[in-house]
């Protein structure tokens, strides 16, 4: 069954809402009648485009007439070369619409990378398939998938609710789920735990908790994690840096080599400790960041905009496009660089952005909503300002 974030993504269920016609809206009864279990997530899905994304857009009516009136250009040229025709009108729609993207211009106090005549250069590794690895074997999966591990050594591989294949694993042994960049997946332990991967993440886990303590291991990347309670049999993640002990609780931890590492608590408690350091305890709402020096420190903050992506969209608040690229940047494995007299460098955002396993689906909505342009030549992402000659 699909989820609501599912039909957020299809590009005939945004122009049904946007822009319906009477083919459109033919087509959506009829499924509506074929799929009576759908109902509830479609639901939920016209809810969420219209109370989260077509009431937050603040643009004044001159901005909004331009973009608008540049989106239906950019139809015209598609329809013209009979390519995609309206597809690319709805990703732009989301872009200011569903997304619910608020932009305006700001001073910029961050310094910021610059590459020659104002373009942005990103560098895309190409995509992967998610690897389970386990003692006997490597298993490849093309799309993101779920990992139930049973009581009996067995792990049910489920792609989007639905199972597709049955693995043996191995009691005593760890086992590596690689989560490749622009993908995600999530594992739920034999305890009822259940973690969230994020893009470009490494993991490592047992088929169950034998010991005396239950405990995995975070190579690299990011995850969100909800822990079943059991006093008697302690809860453990351990890090390149830093172990967490957790004490019943949700968190994120981001291990990313090259960028801070943190731990964000959105309920419960736990405590951090690298070496032989004193305990380090976090409290709901707060984040702590790892010095390297063997240290923490903490602030509050906004723990949705840290783990939102297990839900497939970030979420952003005032948040300068340098954020916003960054984590686009760490989620795809793409490196931005731009003049720093450029567009980009005075907007920020507020709204939501749906993760899409296409990095073209973001290039385009920032395009079409910053008034830049991008071109993607094998391995390299350039963009430059709509309005500024090279």
């Known amino acids: 069954m699909k989820h609501y974030t599912d039909f957020l993504k299809e590009h005939d269920f945004i122009r049904w809402q946007l822009l319906s016609d009477e083919s459109l809206e033919k087509y959506w009864q009829h499924y509506r009648r074929e799929h009576p279990e759908s109902e509830k997530e479609l639901r939920r899905a016209i809810k969420f485009l219209k109370n989260e994304g ?14 608008l009136e540049r989106i239906k250009k950019t139809i015209r040229k598609r329809e013209k070369r009979k390519q995609l025709k309206l597809i690319w009108f709805s ?30 250069v990103g560098k895309l590794l190409q995509s992967e398939d998610i690897q389970l690895i386990t003692s006997s074997d490597t298993i490849s999966f093309p799309g993101s998938i ?48 259940r973690v969230w991967l994020n893009s470009g993440t490494i993991v490592e886990f047992p088929a169950q908790f034998t010991g005396k303590k239950r405990e995995i291991r975070l190579i690299s990347g990011e995850m969100y994690i909800e822990v079943s309670e059991n006093p008697q049999k302690p809860f453990y ?7 967490v002990r957790v004490y019943g609780t949700k968190f994120s931890i981001t291990n990313y080599a090259g960028a801070p590492h943190t731990v964000v608590l959105a309920e419960g408690n736990v405590s951090l400790r690298s070496r032989e350091e004193k305990e380090f305890f976090l409290f709901p709402g707060e984040k702590a960041v790892y010095s390297g020096d063997n240290t923490f420190s903490r602030q509050k903050v906004d723990v949705n905009q840290f783990i939102s992506w297990k839900d497939g969209y970030l979420s952003f608040q005032n948040t300068s496009m340098t954020e916003v690229l960054q984590l686009i940047e760490r989620y795809y494995n793409v490196l931005f660089n731009y003049d720093k007299e450029g567009t980009l460098k005075e907007l920020t955002c507020s709204g ?24 993607r030549d094998h391995n390299l992402i350039y963009i430059t300002d709509t309005n500024k000659k090279n």
């Open 91 to 120: 990703v732009s729609a989301v872009a200011f619409l569903m997304m619910g993207l608020t932009l305006y211009y700001v001073q910029q106090k961050e310094a910021i990378s610059r590459a020659s005549k104002g373009l942005i």
């Open 237 to 243: 993640v351990e890090t390149s840096s830093f172990n």
């Open 54 to 67: 077509l009431n937050q857009c603040a643009f004044d009516e001159t901005r909004r007439a331009l973009l």
């Open 146 to 193: 779920d990992v139930n591990l049973g009581k009996r050594g067995k792990a049910e591989i489920l792609e989007k609710e639905r199972q597709i294949q049955e693995v043996e694993v191995v009691q005593d042994q760890p086992n590596r789920l690689i989560v490749p960049y622009g993908k995600r997946s999530s594992i739920t332990m034999a305890d009822g735990s």
């Open 352 to 375: 939501k952005i749906i993760l899409s396993e296409n990095l073209d689906n973001v290039m385009t909505t920032i395009a079409a909503i910053t008034d830049t342009q991008y071109r």
